[in-house]
């Protein structure tokens, strides 16, 4: 009994064809150049293909970003929906892959029915029993046409595009939290210079009040020196309030309570390459982001989806099976001579649908062509980002080197001004111009160096490391 359903379930398997109608797929040619080039861009000595290989430990040496970074890892709620996508989706596949095999189910019943005499056939009445036990499947489709089987592909890709998805969570997440963390320590510096300027004026404030009051200093020398002591109380307000919110920000990142001892509280310096950043773009470099693979998962998703549309023109053929045992009393229901079995093949060939396949079909071909579309898209996109950040690491520096000069001239500047007020050779409006000018010069140069940090971080991001690659043997076998 078990033996006849088995081996009509091997029977159905081997009949079911392996191969599918899907069109043969073919990786669409790169819309980008392989190579960017102009007075933004530096030449470099590293490899490309190393580089977008760095685990993100190697790439970040500050201890406290590793420990932050290690933190929101296991603690952000958009990465452990990421995760939990993922696994939907491996479910999902398995559903849809279920369908390649026929579903054994088992059974028993028992029956008993009594006619009375007037409905009898032989004027008396009857007492009937009847008992069964069978294996057996239902509404199994023989594949012969690769319909089931384009859709499990298509599922299959699915789910390894929902990875690719995680994995570029992944390095968002990363990059977005050196950069809060960046943003905090430039913040915190920001908020240091500020109150040392506060201090600063302060005595200057009081220096030139009391000459007011000894009639040395006028009134209009007085005003001019509060208004720098009113406009670095604002800056200390501010960035006071931008370090509370950097620090809101890191949290959420995090997903958890961040540690005092892993807050930065002066200047953030030590986001540095482990190698020399390359200059070229390989496209296959390109091609290894999650997101530029996530995309291609979904074009050949939907290339499997046009050989599931071309099946639906052809019949398809469905068997249910069963077998086992019947019998009028429960005590002979395993006895020699009990044997029962039923096969049940049903073909359905479509004649007439209206054009219901016809447009199916179309929709599966217009949905691959946007698949194309927006694959090709994601790689010029990449490639702008990549071209982007290449062109400021190419001039950062000269703008750095050129902006610490600039604060190194405003505050000899500001010493040379000060000196010839106190001599009484100047006003004190020269004073107050030239301090306004160091104040800005050393606020831009903290923005510029955390360009200059935050830059690096995004070169990680957008060449796509900073993920590890799972295991092979956790992805599944692709149908076929």
Not at 207 to 236: C, I, K, M, N
Not at 377 to 397: H, P, W, Y
């Amino acid at each position: 009994m078990i033996r006849t359903t088995l081996s009509l379930a091997v029977l159905a398997a081997l009949l079911t064809g392996c191969g599918t109608l899907a069109p043969d797929y073919y990786r669409p040619a790169s819309p980008v150049p392989t190579s960017v080039s102009g007075p933004a861009y530096k030449a470099g000595n590293g490899d490309a293909k190393l580089f977008a290989a760095t685990t993100w430990r190697d790439y970040f040496n500050d201890a406290k970003l590793q420990q932050l970074i290690q933190l929101s890892l296991d603690n952000n709620r958009d990465l452990r929906v990421a995760a939990l996508n993922i696994e939907k989706a491996r479910a999902e596949y398995q559903i849809q892959r279920a369908d390649l095999f026929p579903s054994i189910d088992a059974s028993g019943s028992g029956i008993g029915k009594r006619t009375p005499a007037s409905l009898s056939s032989t004027g008396q009445t009857m007492v009937s029993h009847s008992y069964s036990a069978n294996l057996g499947f239902s509404s199994y489709e023989l594949d012969f046409f690769g319909r089931v089987r384009s859709l499990t592909n298509a599922a299959l890709e699915q789910y390894l595009a929902t990875e690719e998805a995680r994995n570029s969570t992944q390095i968002s997440l990363i990059a977005e939290v050196a950069n809060a963390y960046l943003t905090l320590g430039a913040d915190h510096e920001q908020l240091k210079l500020a109150q040392d300027t506060l201090t600063s004026q302060q005595s200057s404030f009081q220096l030139t009040q009391r000459s007011f009051e000894l009639g040395v200093a006028s009134e209009l020398d007085l005003r001019q020196a509060q208004t720098s002591v009113e406009t670095a109380r604002v800056d200390v307000a501010r960035y006071t309030g931008l370090v509370a919110q950097d620090e809101n920000a890191l949290t959420l990142l995090v997903g958890a309570a961040v540690p005092p001892d892993l807050q930065p509280v002066a200047e953030v310096d030590t986001v540095t390459a482990v190698q020399d950043v390359p200059a070229d773009i390989p496209s296959e470099v390109l091609q290894r982001r999650p997101d530029i693979q996530q995309a291609e998962h979904l074009l050949k998703s939907a290339n499997a989806n046009i050989g599931a549309a071309r099946a639906a023109f052809f019949p398809s053929i469905t068997l249910t099976g069963l077998a086992g045992s019947a019998s009028a009393r429960l005590s002979d229901l395993f006895k020699a001579g009990a044997g029962a079995w039923s096969y049940i093949p049903q073909v359905n060939l479509p004649i007439f649908d209206g054009g219901r396949n016809l447009a199916n079909l179309d929709v599966a071909k217009i949905e691959e062509k946007i698949a194309v579309a927006q694959y090709e898209k994601s790689i010029q996109s990449a490639f702008r980002e990549v071209a982007d950040a290449l062109a400021t690491r190419g001039t950062i520096d000269d703008e750095l080197t050129a902006q610490q000069a600039l604060v190194d001239a405003t505050n000899r500047s500001y010493t040379l001004s000060d000196a010839r007020y106190r001599k009484g050779v100047d006003s004190y409006l020269n004073v107050l111009d030239a301090q306004r000018s160091l104040y800005s010069a050393q606020q831009n140069l903290i923005s510029i160096r955390l360009a200059r940090q935050t830059n690096l971080v995004t070169l990680y991001k957008v060449f796509g490391g900073g993920w590890q690659q799972a295991p092979a043997a956790n992805v599944p076998a692709k149908a076929g």
